[in-house]
């Protein structure tokens, strides 16, 4: 992977370390794309659990608002629509403030030496990550949240993170900050609102898009697969965005928004040091979102489609154009919630078309143009609002290229396998007796991949001939995560 997928490649739920990692496993050219996204973010980003300060200003338990952290039931999905507003408990002596906590040990099937000199966060004398085990000591990362109502109909999701295993850095997280009202129109009703918020996504109230999708809670250990569609691969503080949305009838939502890159100087004031400079948005990038929501009985049905674009300079390099990126993605989520049990199925797909005439004009891709898919299936159940098991199946497919995945066999970015995730969630129905709105998720997760970067075997032939498989990057995950 060259130029093209590093200025897309970082994950929100990637740590700076993987550029580490990829130099000894990709080759020099995915070492560009690991490096880049390193320069993005040096902290590993996951989404955000459900937020005691909501549920102190609601009088909820969390198990009102979610299944199972951080997912959204239908009244948690409207309370994010309503702008995070909603009242109904007494915090008139406590902010709108809450703490996170992620501690993680995680084991890959075959240990990863990188090369001589290279430093990692837990350093090993031969300069990698021979073991399979690793700790993330307390804290993989910790996070300060404002969550709920700032005056009137105005209300926010501000995060800012420190992450303590690569980089050690201290950033300002997903934010989303709305306003939002209700009005009658012709007997109909209609919810509108606006929104500022600094990631694609972030903003949308199901859990089938990128920022909000499972899995849920990564290891900054683990290797990901290096493709991945623009609109997955944004992180906070690279762009800022506005918009405005409808919720009509109870059913129907639709959003529009746009993007726009920030300078290195905002990077750097919002932490992100040393901020992301291989890329440009050139202009505005559009983004559209919509969906349909019907809810009857236990039972709810969502429908939707949402998109991108973007005209993108890659490297900041003028004069050669610009690259066109173009996303569209399709999703479903059925929901059925009774007294002591969810069942939660998800559905997720985006196509996206890439022009990439700057990219092919400086010889940083063979071909003029690629196409990337992914698909995302899900299936969880939840006992008692306590106990969670889900099933992920995911596939990364699209256009082969030489030069773009030249370090691997197929030159492909094909990557396929499953993930699952057992979680015990003792406090979403109340927190103990001294801190009610204490909440925690402790779980166990197994990533196993069928395909990695394009094939089952021999996925590294520039590193090691024949001696590394897809299913040597497997990895086991226990958590605990904790908010209060």
């Given at each position: 992977?060259?130029?093209?997928?590093?200025?897309?490649?970082?994950?929100?739920?990637?740590?700076?370390?993987?550029?580490?990692?990829?130099?000894?496993?990709?080759?020099?050219?995915?070492?560009?794309?690991?490096?880049?996204?390193?320069?993005l973010?040096?902290?590993a980003?996951?989404?955000?659990?459900?937020?005691?300060?909501?549920?102190?200003?609601?009088?909820?338990?969390?198990?009102?608002?979610?299944?199972?952290?951080?997912?959204?039931?239908?009244?948690?999905?409207?309370?994010?629509?309503?702008?995070?507003?909603?009242?109904?408990?007494?915090?008139?002596?406590?902010?709108?403030?809450?703490?996170?906590?992620?501690?993680?040990?995680?084991?890959?099937?075959?240990?990863?030496?990188?090369?001589?000199?290279?430093?990692?966060?837990?350093?090993?004398?031969?300069?990698?990550?021979?073991?399979?085990?690793?700790?993330?000591?307390?804290?993989?990362?910790?996070?300060?949240?404002y969550?709920?109502?700032?005056?009137?109909?105005?209300?926010?999701?501000?995060?800012?993170?420190?992450?303590?295993?690569?980089?050690?850095?201290f950033?300002?997280?997903?934010?989303?900050?709305?306003?939002?009202?209700?009005?009658?129109?012709?007997?109909?009703?209609?919810?509108?609102?606006?929104?500022?918020?600094?990631?694609?996504?972030?903003?949308?109230?199901?859990?089938?898009?990128?920022?909000?999708?499972?899995?849920?809670?990564?290891?900054?250990?683990?290797?990901?697969?290096?493709?991945?569609?623009?609109?997955?691969?944004?992180?906070?503080?690279?762009?800022?965005?506005?918009?405005?949305?409808?919720f009509?009838?109870?059913?129907?939502?639709?959003?529009?928004?746009?993007?726009?890159?920030?300078?290195?100087?905002?990077?750097?004031?919002?932490?992100?040091?040393?901020?992301?400079?291989?890329?440009?948005?050139?202009?505005?990038?559009?983004?559209?979102?919509?969906?349909?929501?019907?809810?009857?009985?236990?039972?709810?049905?969502?429908?939707?489609?949402?998109?991108?674009?973007?005209?993108?300079?890659?490297?900041?390099?003028?004069?050669?154009?610009?690259?066109?990126?173009?996303?569209?993605?399709?999703?479903?989520?059925?929901?059925?919630?009774?007294?002591?049990?969810?069942v939660?199925?998800?559905?997720?797909?985006?196509?996206?078309?890439?022009?990439?005439?700057s990219?092919?004009?400086?010889?940083?891709?063979?071909?003029?143009?690629?196409?990337?898919?992914?698909?995302?299936?899900?299936?969880?159940?939840?006992?008692?609002?306590?106990?969670?098991?889900?099933?992920?199946?995911?596939?990364?497919?699209?256009?082969?290229?030489?030069?773009?995945?030249?370090?691997n066999?197929?030159?492909?970015?094909?990557s396929a396998?499953?993930?699952f995730?057992?979680?015990?969630?003792?406090?979403?129905?109340?927190?103990?007796?001294i801190?009610?709105?204490?909440?925690?998720?402790?779980?166990?997760?197994?990533?196993?991949?069928?395909?990695?970067?394009?094939?089952?075997?021999?996925?590294?032939?520039?590193?090691?001939?024949?001696?590394?498989?897809?299913?040597?990057?497997?990895?086991?995950?226990?958590?605990a995560?904790t908010?209060?």
């Amino acid at each position: 992977m060259t130029e093209l997928f590093s200025y897309f490649k970082a994950r929100r739920s990637k740590a700076s370390g993987h550029a580490l990692l990829a130099r000894a496993f990709f080759g020099r050219a995915a070492s560009v794309a690991f490096a880049l996204s390193a320069a993005l973010y040096g902290a590993a980003i996951d989404p955000a659990s459900a937020l005691p300060s909501f549920a102190r200003q609601t009088g909820q338990t969390c198990s009102a608002c979610h299944t199972a952290f951080p997912q959204l039931t239908p009244f948690g999905r409207r309370f994010k629509l309503g702008g995070y507003t909603l009242e109904g408990g007494d915090t008139r002596n406590l902010p709108a403030v809450s703490f996170m906590i992620q501690s993680t040990f995680t084991h890959y099937n075959m240990g990863l030496n990188g090369p001589p000199g290279t430093t990692y966060a837990v350093p090993d004398p031969d300069g990698g990550f021979p073991n399979s085990n690793n700790f993330t000591d307390l804290a993989q990362q910790s996070s300060v949240f404002y969550g709920g109502k700032v005056w009137g109909n105005l209300g926010a999701f501000v995060q800012a993170t420190y992450s303590n295993d690569y980089g050690r850095a201290f950033a300002l997280d997903n934010t989303d900050i709305r306003y939002a009202d209700t009005v009658k129109m012709n007997g109909v009703e209609v919810l509108y609102g606006l929104t500022v918020n600094n990631n694609p996504t972030v903003q949308d109230p199901w859990n089938t898009t990128p920022v909000w999708g499972n899995p849920f809670i990564q290891s900054s250990f683990a290797l990901s697969p290096v493709a991945a569609t623009m609109i997955e691969s944004w992180t906070p503080s690279q762009v800022l965005g506005a918009g405005g949305y409808v919720f009509v009838n109870d059913m129907f939502y639709a959003e529009i928004s746009g993007y726009g890159s920030l300078s290195s100087r905002i990077q750097n004031s919002l932490g992100v040091s040393p901020p992301q400079l291989g890329f440009t948005i050139d202009g505005v990038a559009p983004y559209y979102r919509v969906a349909m929501e019907r809810n009857w009985g236990d039972h709810s049905l969502m429908v939707g489609a949402y998109g991108m674009s973007a005209s993108i300079i890659p490297n900041n390099i003028w004069g050669f154009g610009v690259d066109h990126f173009y996303d569209t993605g399709i999703d479903a989520q059925y929901q059925w919630i009774s007294d002591q049990n969810a069942v939660t199925l998800r559905g997720n797909f985006i196509y996206e078309n890439q022009g990439l005439n700057s990219t092919y004009a400086q010889g940083n891709s063979a071909n003029p143009n690629n196409y990337l898919k992914t698909l995302k299936l899900s299936a969880e159940y939840v006992y008692d609002h306590t106990y969670a098991v889900t099933g992920t199946y995911f596939n990364i497919s699209g256009s082969p290229d030489a030069i773009i995945f030249g370090s691997n066999v197929n030159t492909s970015p094909n990557s396929a396998g499953f993930i699952f995730d057992i979680a015990y969630l003792p406090f979403s129905k109340g927190g103990p007796q001294i801190w009610p709105w204490f909440n925690t998720r402790l779980g166990m997760s197994y990533t196993m991949f069928t395909k990695f970067d394009g094939g089952a075997s021999n996925i590294d032939p520039m590193g090691c001939w024949n001696c590394r498989n897809a299913s040597d990057n497997n990895t086991f995950l226990v958590y605990a995560w904790t908010a209060f």
